[in-house]
């Protein structure tokens, strides 16, 4: 997950507006319980969230509340430091850019090694 959108910031509205069918901000596909995660199907993820973005603190709750939702797989959390929402798509030849790119191919890589 590169920057994802989960409830409890600003954007709540967008949300809103996106998906005018939801049931509210404790809607599951925006704000999943702990008993969802728990469920969760396979075995690794990685969270990516840039520091000034106003999506970070639910994309850090969701990190935790996953880590204590009994999920049997394994969360990983890749901040960059003093970025935007998106940062990466805006410049990408930027070395922090370049990092989450790497950190993110690395990821993937991992289970590609796995295999062979």
Known sequence: MV???FGGTKDDE????????????NDPRLNPGTEDLAR????RMLICV???DCLTVASKNYYE???RSGWKGTVELFE???EKH???LVDLDADKALKLRH??????????????
């Open 3 to 5: 920057h994802p959108f």
């Open 86 to 88: 998106s940062f990466h």
């Open 80 to 82: 960059s430091e003093k």
């Open 103 to 116: 950190k993110f191919v690395s990821f993937l890589r991992q289970d590609l090694f796995s295999l062979i």
């Open 50 to 52: 840039a520091e000034e």
């Open 65 to 67: 509340k996953l880590e």
């Open 14 to 25: 967008m949300w809103m507006y996106m998906c005018p069918t939801n049931s509210g901000l």
């Open 40 to 43: 969760l199907g396979g075995e």
